[in-house]
Nanobody, 118 residues
């Protein structure tokens, strides 16, 4: 079974920055579009950002200009650079394939908690 492991979350003050990492198992990473998702308490999991195998990116409107998604195929890793964080960014962040265009997905990881609070 192929899986993902997310890391890099934490507690940060408003306006701060974090970089999330997601490493995947197996050798299929480079052929799939990848994405980061967020799930706030009591809400459903939502797409935050995606990146295709050719490095085309797309973002949720609320994070455009603040977040940057990138990937390193040699390391089977996708990143999310989060700047100018706001309290409403507080959520558990997960990575997986871009499920809007891909029928395949990795087994979901435990996610990484991001808390933005003063």
């Amino acid at each position: 079974q192929v899986y993902v492991v997310e890391s890099g979350g934490g507690l940060v003050q408003p306006g701060g920055s974090l970089t999330l990492s997601c490493v995947t198992s197996g050798s299929i990473f480079s052929s799939h579009a990848m994405a980061w998702y967020s799930q706030a308490p009591g809400q459903s999991r939502e797409l935050v950002a995606s990146i295709t195998s050719s490095n085309r990116t797309d973002y949720r409107v609320s994070v455009k200009g603040r977040f940057t998604i990138s990937r390193d195929n040699a390391k089977n890793t996708v990143y999310l650079q989060m700047n100018s964080l706001k309290p409403e960014d507080t959520a558990v962040y997960y990575c997986n394939t871009d499920l809007s265009i891909d029928n395949f997905h990795f087994a979901w990881g435990q996610g990484t908690q991001v808390t933005v609070s003063s």
